[in-house]
């Protein structure tokens, strides 16, 4: 049995959740109290993962950190194939890869403010990362407007979504709630409506499924 070690407010843990439910494969949740409680820095939990972040997936003693890693192995390990990790081509890879790493970038911008706001309310220190998480979004933006006018529908190229559509989704999703709209980014809107129609798609606090929002 797959146990993941969870918090529901977490975009990174969402992601994995989000998979698991399009993967329809089974797993428990095992609920960390990241506030106010802080369950993440005490010494149970550092033992499973010495960084005291969540996520993290145990799979038969098996235990992984990081959703990105996460999202990889999964699809790797549970899914069909190549259909969500494609395999057949080297730069298909990488762009994979580059993307994945793109996600962890808006983790540290976007989501890093999400977090300040809604749990230490707002202060002047968010100014820098705001400006950075727009820079990013501007580059996803423009990269989507350009691969919706060559027939693509997501991040990679290809007919099928991959885990760099599900592992950047929530970050992007969430960015209401770190004060940035996205009004300036119809390209990136029309993208979040089709991983959201995406089968077995479910939903967290704050991002809604299509028929409820
Ligand atoms: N690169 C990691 C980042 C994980 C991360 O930032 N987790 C947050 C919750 S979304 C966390 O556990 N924060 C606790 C802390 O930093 O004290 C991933 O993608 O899993």
């Known amino acids: 049995m797959l146990s993941l ?3 529901e407010f977490s975009e990174n843990c969402y992601k ?3 998979f698991l439910s399009i993967l329809g494969q089974e797993h428990q949740l095992i609920p960390v109290e990241l506030f106010p409680g802080r369950e993440h820095q005490q010494a149970h939990f550092r033992a499973i ?3 005291a972040k969540v996520p993290v997936l145990e799979d038969n003693g098996l235990i992984l950190r990081d959703s990105q890693a996460i999202l990889v192995y999964l699809a790797c390990k549970y899914a ?3 259909k969500w990790y494609p395999l057949e081509e080297a730069s298909r ?3 994979v ?3 994945l790493s793109f996600a962890n970038d808006l983790n540290e911008t976007i989501s890093s403010v999400r977090r ?5 309310g707002k202060d002047e220190n968010v100014a820098p990362k705001c400006k950075a998480a727009r820079e990013l979004l501007a580059v996803m933006e423009e990269h989507m407007w350009f691969a919706e006018k060559a027939g693509h ?3 990679c190229a290809g007919d099928h979504p991959t885990v760099a559509d599900l592992a950047c989704f929530p970050h992007v999703m969430l960015s209401d709630e770190a004060g940035i709209s996205l009004i300036d980014y119809p390209a990136l809107r029309r993208w979040t409506d089709r991983v959201k129609g995406i089968n077995g798609f479910t939903a967290m606090p704050g991002i809604f499924s299509l028929t409820s929002s």
């Open 5 to 7: 070690y969870d918090c």
């Open 16 to 18: 994995v959740r989000l």
């Open 49 to 51: 993962n010495p960084l």
């Open 80 to 82: 069909p194939k190549g």
């Open 93 to 95: 890879i990488a762009r």
């Open 97 to 99: 890869q580059m993307w």
């Open 116 to 120: 300040q706001v809604q749990v230490f």
């Open 153 to 155: 529908f997501w991040l």
